[in-house]
């Protein structure tokens, strides 16, 4: 272990690392060894499926397709009908007008819960209780999950599992079992109606962050022009210089080398940076990285922050199947600080989450400061904020954010110390990051040394660069020499996807545990198979009731409503997409099973493990039916991860129109 006190440039100069080889199987590295009984195609068993003739990157190799779906973001393709095609955007006269058409045929949200209209005749919605119970469609069960917690449904008479709270067209309450379950709520870090309306505003007032942001502008326009007076004077000596940035770190570095050859000049490493400018009352303010609350990493499965499909039933589901850490999805700095309402919605915490963390994304020390008070001050179920320096796509990456972090070390210090002042000490700051931007050139180590010293108390490492998105393997190599490089916890994250992959890296590595992505996207009882160290022979039954699960979950979560089922069935797809790659322990020649590998078109041991692993999402819209009934007339599904995917030509689509 290094010591933390250290500057980047006595980071220690790693000798290449050999990038890891593929594990080979009975045809080739890309395909799974799977029992030739099971083969659709005999006469040609490496024949691919549909999802897997798709080529992203030129390598065509699968890992390629998805990951921690960090590319989701901000890249939202639909469907056109049923050829595909970026979804038409519309002008702010007609999107209203489609609103207001949409509300006609809605009924009254107060009529739905048995109140009074205040608006009377004057109501944008219908209130035309007789018409919307003959067209409703029949209930999906019994028991609705909100009466049976709460006493009292929300959703009234619109809920689609309304029998029991629903007599003679009204919602009834049980009086006795709501009042014993007031206040008592299941799901938080919900963004309250005053708070939203100082965010859209612009009225709300970062008390922390806003001096501290003007201490930092006036000391970075101070740096800069010490060192554009510098560079002027000492051009010659300082032609390998060619940034502002880096003028800074070697001033700095050898000032404070001088200061430490004077007290021990053995020992090649220095405290650290400490700005001489700031005030008294800024100093005393500091959190010093060891007061603030430590997380115990230490052997836990984290599931990984997942855009898109980590949504909050699916965080239910990996805690059911043994996840011990959950991390909410991707948030934007900037959507939180604008109030935006779906940006808030990805902080919610389920009960069941007893280590949960939030990840923001952000460009610079300002943006992520005021994410940060804002996320102290007015969030109470934050165990750690975790801060994404390893997104590669280029709508984060051309904006400063995420993978770019990597090229700028001073303003990761920057952000770090900035969001360690605004945080009070009960919640931790971690980050996770890239080996850096080129696959040849791993850069990353150079700051693990310094994380410490700069505020953070984990970092978790992905073991590719930015420019290999999520094509070829990991380098767990590099992982491990980076993780010995420091004192803090280190996560290893990339291509786990067995208990014995799990095993190799505890044990032949110096990390503190592991992050856990595509590999729970695909068979989210990985966590079960790691604690209980076995290959799972999962069978169709088993793997049907984590489905129902899922929908369970979902509309306990989006509402129980015909808006908050289309929802669910929505995301369940989306977790669709993925899980339908798994293929079955049993229908493998070779243990054990390969995250990287892709399938054959094959059969399962039985009709329903068959349909489990068709890559038609056809089939996945039946199975949803299962439990959420037949989608609605017009429904269309395409899986984000293929439609917004580079050089993509082929969307997964499917309509109710097709089903038989």
């Given at each position: ?443 990353i180590h150079k700051q693990f040394p310094l994380f410490e010293s700069w505020g953070a108390c984990a970092v978790t490492i992905h073991g590719r660069s930015r420019q290999q998105r999520y094509s070829r393997l990991a380098n767990w190599e590099y992982v491990n020499e980076c993780a010995k ?68 979950y979902g509309l306990d979560h989006w509402g129980s409503d015909q808006l908050g089922v289309d929802k669910t069935r929505r995301f369940l797809l989306e977790w669709m997409s993925f899980t339908h790659r798994y293929v079955p322990v049993g229908l493998l020649e070779v243990l054990p099973p ?67």
């Amino acid at each position: 272990k290094m010591n933390q006190d250290a500057t980047l440039s006595d980071a220690p100069i790693l000798p290449d690392v050999e990038k890891p080889k593929e594990k080979s199987s009975y045809t080739s590295t890309l395909d799974a060894p799977v029992k030739k009984e099971f083969l659709k195609d005999k006469e040609n068993p490496n024949k691919k499926r549909q999802f897997d003739e798709i080529n992203y990157d030129g390598t065509n190799n699968p890992s390629t397709l998805d990951d921690d779906l960090e590319d989701q973001k901000g890249e939202d393709v639909k469907p056109k009908g049923n050829e595909g095609g970026k979804k038409v955007k519309l002008s702010q006269k007609a999107a209203r007008k489609q609103k207001r058409e949409e509300q006609k045929e809605r009924l009254c949200p107060s009529i739905i819960i048995g109140k009074e209209c205040r608006f009377g005749d004057k109501c944008i919605f219908t209130h035309d209780v007789e018409s919307f119970l003959k067209g409703k469609p029949k209930d999906l069960s019994e028991n609705c999950p909100f009466f049976e917690r709460k006493g009292f449904c929300p959703f009234g008479i619109a809920c689609r599992c309304s029998s029991k709270h629903v007599k003679d067209g009204k919602n009834i309450v049980d009086e006795e079992l709501a009042k014993k379950m007031e206040g008592l709520e299941v799901e938080f870090n919900v963004m309250n109606e005053e708070l939203q309306r100082k965010l859209h505003r612009k009225q709300y007032q970062f008390t922390k962050s806003d001096p501290l942001i003007r201490i930092f502008r006036q000391e970075k326009k101070k740096r800069i022009e010490e060192n554009n007076s510098r560079s002027k004077q000492n051009q010659q000596e300082k032609k390998e210089e060619n940034s502002n940035e880096k003028m800074e770190e070697k001033t700095i570095e050898m000032k404070e080398s001088e200061e430490k050859k004077e007290e021990s000049p053995t020992k090649n490493v220095l405290i650290q940076e400490k700005n001489e400018e700031a005030t008294s009352d800024d100093k005393e303010a500091k959190l010093r990285p060891e007061e603030r609350r430590r997380i115990d990493f230490k052997g836990k499965l984290y599931l990984a922050p997942l855009t898109t499909v980590g949504n909050l039933p699916f965080r239910r589901l990996c805690k059911k199947l043994g996840a011990d850490i959950t991390c909410g999805e991707m948030a934007l700095g900037l959507n939180l600080i604008n109030g935006q309402q779906s940006e808030w919605a990805l902080l919610k915490r389920h009960a069941s989450e007893d280590i949960f963390g939030v990840q923001v994304c952000g460009s610079n020390m300002e943006l992520l400061t005021k994410t940060a008070e804002l996320i102290n001050d007015n969030l109470d179920k934050v165990d750690f904020i975790d801060v994404n320096m390893g997104c590669p796509i280029d709508l984060i990456y051309n904006q400063g954010a995420g993978s770019a972090l990597l090229e700028h070390p001073r303003t990761i210090q920057d952000i770090l110390g900035g969001m360690n002042k605004v945080m009070n000490e009960k919640i931790s700051l971690t980050i996770k990051v890239r080996t850096g931007k080129d696959e040849a050139k791993p850069t990353i180590h150079k700051q693990f040394p310094l994380f410490e010293s700069w505020g953070a108390c984990a970092v978790t490492i992905h073991g590719r660069s930015r420019q290999q998105r999520y094509s070829r393997l990991a380098n767990w190599e590099y992982v491990n020499e980076c993780a010995k490089l420091t004192n803090l916890p280190v996560l290893g994250n990339g291509d786990i996807f067995s208990f014995t992959d799990y095993l190799d890296h505890m044990e032949n590595t110096s990390v503190s545990s592991v992050m856990i992505a595509r590999g729970a996207l695909i068979k989210p009882w990985i966590f079960t198979e790691i604690k209980e160290r076995r290959h799972w022979d999962i069978s169709s039954k088993e793997r049907l009731g984590f489905i129902k699960d899922f929908a369970d979950y979902g509309l306990d979560h989006w509402g129980s409503d015909q808006l908050g089922v289309d929802k669910t069935r929505r995301f369940l797809l989306e977790w669709m997409s993925f899980t339908h790659r798994y293929v079955p322990v049993g229908l493998l020649e070779v243990l054990p099973p390969v995250l990287n590998q892709r399938a054959p078109a094959m059969y399962g041991r039985d009709d329903l493990e068959t349909q489990m692993l068709s890559s038609d999402p056809q089939e996945w819209i039946k199975l949803t039916s299962l439990f959420l009934g037949e989608p609605p007339k017009g429904f269309t599904f395409a899986a984000k991860h293929k439609a917004s995917g580079r050089g993509c030509n082929f969307l997964a689509i499917a309509t109710n129109n097709s089903l038989t």
